[in-house]
Every structure is written in structure tokens, then in C-alpha cells.
């Protein structure tokens, strides 16, 4: 099984920061690499899909990039609605595997 | 509205049987493989199995294969989890959740149900 290791497990930044989290996997997954924020008690949302690609209606300060096993997802400037917890997750083979999370607290 | 509605959690012994569903709307759900992912309380998400668009394949992961089956009835619309010899370690909040491009059976999830609770319990 490929695991998936997120860093840091959680931080605390202020509105306007500048946030990377980061996601290494066990093994290289070239591109197949997928983000998601989930809000307590609220199902995922995803946010980028194949490393980089932003889905539809997910605002542009969100931002993936990384291939083989390294990756990074950045939020080039927090809103007060991106304190939440973000998971990576491989679906390069199965067992489909996600990271153990990021949780973004309020400084 | 692209819409998941998950249902049939509860609370169940340990070693006794659940079966969940997940009934789907506004996209043609034959055209999509499915996928089950859960939450343990206060834990992370956990993928649990998922069957191509047709059910002619599934895959499970190793901490359910043997006791849960997924399966899907196109004509209802419907996604199933049938959990055998249940453990409480199986205790966590099951979504129901569908790839993005429907040919990519593992393609990123874009939409998810709202999660039934499952708890082992005695």
C-alpha cells in the first residue's frame, strides 16, 4: 500500500498568511494526487484534482503543485472560511490512501 | 442538483450485520464508478471499496475485504454497503462519494453524500 504522510499536522496562521502544506508519498504516483478541505461535521470538498488542476468554483488562492512523491498545497492569501482540515490522497493504485490530515487553525 | 443521500446507519453489536445506502440524483448514475469512504470519530478519512460504473468490478480495502460487500442497482439509482461480522473498530461515519469523470473508475471524488453514522457497539 502506498502511505501518504501530510506535514505539518496542524498550524495556526492569520487571516491573509500565506499557508503550504505538504504531502509525501511512500513511492512515486507521478501526478495522481488530489486535495480536499473538510469543514467539522461536513463531508470532503475537493478543492485540486491530478496535483495542480483547480476544480470548478474553488477559488484561485488555492493552489497544487509537486509530482512524483512529493506534493504541496498552498493558499496564497487565508480567508476566514479556509480554517479547516485538509487531506491529500493517492489514486494512483488501490488501496486508495489519504493523508492523515492538516488541521488550519486561527493564530 | 447533484445530489448523495446516504441512509441505513445505526447502532449494532459487534459480529451482527448493517446494510447502507446511498441513493443518487441529477447525474446519470451509470455512467460513474462509486466509491465508499469513512471517518472514525475525531480521525481521518479511510476509503473503504468502490465498484465500476457497470458493477462488474469492486475493491476493497484490507480492513473490510471478506465481510463487506458494496453493490449498486443502476436502475434505482442506488449505491450498497452490506457489513458483515461488524467490529468496533468499523465505528466511524460512511460516505457515499462519486469520481469526477465517469470512465476513470478512480478518478478525485467531486461529490459526497452527507455520511451515515455507523457505531459497533454493545
Known amino acids: 500500500d502506498i502511505q501518504m504522510t501530510q506535514s505539518p499536522s496542524s498550524l495556526s496562521a492569520s487571516v491573509g498568511d500565506r499557508v503550504t502544506i505538504t504531502c509525501r508519498a511512500s513511492q512515486s504516483i507521478s501526478n495522481h494526487l488530489n486535495w480536499y478541505q473538510q469543514k467539522p461535521g461536513k463531508a470532503p470538498k475537493l478543492l485540486i484534482y491530478?496535483?495542480?488542476s483547480l476544480q470548478y468554483g474553488v477559488p484561485s488562492r488555492f493552489s497544487g503543485s509537486g509530482s512524483g512523491t512529493d506534493f504541496t498545497l498552498t493558499i496564497s492569501s487565508l480567508h476566514p472560511e479556509d480554517f479547516s482540515s485538509y487531506y491529500c490522497?493517492?489514486?494512483?493504485?488501490?488501496?486508495?490512501?489519504f493523508g492523515g490530515g492538516t488541521k488550519v487553525e486561527i493564530k | 442538483e447533484v445530489q448523495l443521500v446516504e441512509s441505513g446507519g445505526g447502532l449494532v453489536q459487534p459480529g451482527r450485520s448493517l446494510r447502507l445506502s446511498c441513493a443518487a440524483s441529477g447525474f446519470t448514475f451509470n455512467d460513474y464508478a462509486m466509491h465508499w469512504v469513512r471517518q472514525a470519530p475525531g480521525k481521518g478519512l479511510e476509503w473503504v471499496s468502490n465498484?465500476?460504473?457497470?458493477?462488474?468490478?469492486?475493491a476493497y480495502a484490507d480492513s473490510v475485504k471478506g465481510r463487506f460487500t458494496i453493490s449498486r442497482d443502476n436502475a434505482k439509482k442506488s449505491l450498497y454497503l452490506e457489513m458483515n461480522s461488524l467490529r468496533a473498530e468499523d465505528t466511524a461515519l460512511y460516505f457515499c462519494?462519486?469520481?469526477?469523470?465517469?470512465?476513470?473508475?478512480?478518478?478525485?471524488?467531486?461529490?459526497w453524500g452527507q455520511g451515515t453514522l455507523v457505531t459497533v457497539s454493545s
Open positions: 490522497q493517492q489514486r494512483y493504485s488501490t488501496p486508495l490512501t
Open positions: 462519494a462519486k469520481v469526477r469523470v465517469g470512465g476513470d473508475p478512480d478518478d478525485a471524488f467531486d461529490v
Open positions: 491530478a496535483a495542480s
Open positions: 465498484i465500476l460504473w457497470n458493477g462488474g468490478s469492486a
